[in-house]
């Protein structure tokens, strides 16, 4: 079998003046979290394509297993997604059984979501197939090298979300951080 043509780089000029062939460290960086969230994300979905639920509706039921009395803005600021896609995939997973609609007791207005008993089952089994693809990924990474990783990723998101309320929230999924253990 033919070996793939290594396509050929151009230049970039650099702010010093200087031509370099490739990625500088802050490129190469972004490029590399691009990647591997691609290529997990592919993995991902062959896997729970098993169970018959793509990926979008594997997030989707994610956030509303996480988030008790979970409303259409957590979901689109937790699923990665915008609302258009978001209320197609509740409106399939509803459709599926999966996913109940309920209206908030405070607040009349705000509808909430909330997994079935039978979107339980099917997160149970999907969430298992999630830990097994999490651990194969990460096999070449001691879990003191992941939790570096984990508190460098965690600077670079506050670049992004400077206000301190908000990175907390993205970071902890919507959840208080745990107070130190001592």
Not at 6 to 23: A, K
Request: hydrophobic content about 40%.
């Amino acid at each position: 079998m033919a070996k793939a043509r290594r396509p050929h780089l151009r230049s970039v000029r650099l702010t010093d003046g200087e031509d370099d062939v490739g990625l500088n460290v802050r490129e190469q960086l972004f490029m590399l979290i691009s990647q591997v969230a691609y290529y997990r994300e592919r993995k991902l979905e062959a896997e729970v394509a098993r169970l018959g639920v793509s990926l979008q509706l594997w997030r989707c039921m994610v956030v509303i297993h996480r988030i008790v009395d979970c409303s259409m803005s957590d979901l689109s600021r937790f699923g990665l997604a915008d609302r258009t896609t978001l209320t197609r995939s509740v409106d399939q997973l509803v459709a599926r059984g999966l996913v109940e609609r309920y209206v908030s007791p405070e607040d009349r207005r705000l509808v909430l979501l909330q997994l079935t008993a039978d979107g339980e089952r099917l997160f149970t089994g999907a969430i298992q197939l999630t830990f097994q693809v999490n651990g194969e990924i990460l096999t070449r990474a001691a879990p003191f090298d992941q939790l570096q990783l984990a508190n460098l990723l965690e600077n670079v998101l506050s670049g992004l979300l400077p206000d301190s309320d908000d990175l907390e929230d993205v970071i902890n999924f919507g959840r208080p951080r745990p107070a130190p253990t001592q």
